[in-house]
């Protein structure tokens, strides 16, 4: 079945990085446009950022433009997230899935931004 194992994630004071990783599973992950999401603590969970098959077009929500990056490898089934000058307002349970599917999402990778 359709698996997301995410990781990656940690404690880091602000303006550090992060880089995220999903591990997908289950399908052909070179056919599908591929999407981060996170949930921060009391908020429902958003888009983020997401990336076309080959990784030619990447859409970002504005509060990440110009810090985060996504990222793919169709030879390694992986999606990847390179987050820079990470803020509190970044902390939340990343999560990664296929654009356009209901998959069940995976268990996420906290990560905390704090001094």
């Known amino acids: 079945q359709v698996q997301f194992v995410e990781s990656g994630g940690g404690l880091v004071q602000p303006g550090g990085s992060l880089r995220l990783s999903c591990a997908a599973s289950?399908?052909?992950?070179?056919?599908?446009?591929m999407s981060w999401y996170r949930q921060a603590p009391g908020k429902e969970r958003a888009l983020v950022a997401r990336?076309?098959?080959?990784?030619?077009?990447?859409m970002y929500v504005d509060s990440v433009k110009g810090r985060f990056t996504i990222s793919r490898d169709n030879a390694k089934n992986t999606l990847y997230l390179q987050m820079n000058s990470l803020k509190p307002e970044d902390t939340a349970v990343y999560y990664c899935?296929?654009?356009?599917?209901?998959?069940?999402w995976g268990q996420g990778t906290q990560v905390t931004v704090s001094s």
């Open positions: 899935r296929r654009r356009g599917q209901v998959d069940a």
């Open positions: 289950g399908f052909t992950f070179r056919n599908y446009d």
């Open positions: 990336i076309s098959t080959t990784g030619g077009s990447k």
